[in-house]
């Protein structure tokens, strides 16, 4: 399998413009996690969907972030004006099921830089 | 407010010597931990986890112990190996929270040949 596929792996983009962060998770897996990691707080989970349903983004920021997921092979995470402090690496991870036993399997990451 | 503390962001080791990597927890209803592994320009890997009725859990050259009294885990690498050099995670999650993990700051730890 090829693991969790993300795009763009780097973005640099101007303040106030719209950012779109795309994940393809793994095959067959019904759970996916979008994160944000920066220096200060480490990993933050911003939101996560179960057989594309959200369940919890109580994580997300604040309006500027939205997530999507339209089917069981899609997500996208889109910052709409994207700010300086937006600047992070955000992950997008996949599991088999909704069980917190199972195994979150992480992709590379968008290094994201808003100047 | 952070809920799981990672306080040492870097930690050097010699090749062969044991790596004792630290994690404290705020929120007592955190039931289960884990730890994943950080290489550059990768995502976190699963490495080892621990439920709550468990103080120990074994995998290879990984032990993670859990102490709930004082709300801290650690994670020992035995022996350290130079391709143990990473970033290291610790994460915590209730049960009511299903899959939601919450994670610290992340620890980067070197092992010198």
């Known amino acids: 399998d090829a693991g969790v596929i993300q795009s763009p792996r780097h973005e640099v983009t101007e303040m106030g413009q719209e950012v779109t962060l795309r994940c393809k998770p793994i095959?067959?897996?019904?759970?996916l996690f979008w994160y944000r990691q920066t220096m200060m707080r480490g990993l933050e989970l911003l939101i996560y969907f179960n057989n594309n349903v959200p369940i919890d983004d109580s994580g997300m920021p604040e309006d500027r972030f939205s997530a999507k997921m339209p089917n069981a092979s899609f997500s996208t995470l889109k910052i709409q004006p994207s700010e300086p402090r937006d600047s992070a690496v955000y992950f997008c991870?996949?599991?088999?099921?909704?069980?917190?036993?199972?195994?979150?399997?992480f992709g590379p990451g968008t290094r994201l830089l808003v100047l | 407010d952070q809920q799981v503390k990672q306080n040492s962001p870097s930690l050097s080791v010699q090749e062969g010597r044991i790596s004792i990597l630290n994690c404290d927890y705020t929120?007592?209803?955190?039931?289960?931990f884990l730890w994943y592994k950080k290489y550059p320009a990768e995502g976190p890997t699963f490495l080892i986890s621990i439920s709550s009725i468990k103080d120990k859990n074994e995998d290879g050259r990984f032990t993670v112990f859990l102490n709930k009294s004082a709300k801290h885990l650690s994670l020992h690498i035995v022996p350290s190996q130079p391709g143990d050099s990473a970033v290291y995670f610790c994460?915590?999650?209730?049960?009511?929270?299903?899959?939601?993990?919450?994670f610290g700051q992340g620890t980067r730890l070197t092992i010198n040949p």
């Open positions: 994460a915590a999650s209730i049960i009511q929270g299903a899959q939601k993990l919450v």
């Open positions: 929120n007592s209803m955190f039931d289960y």
């Open positions: 991870a996949s599991s088999a099921s909704g069980r917190r036993e199972e195994t979150q399997y």
């Open positions: 095959s067959g897996h019904n759970s």
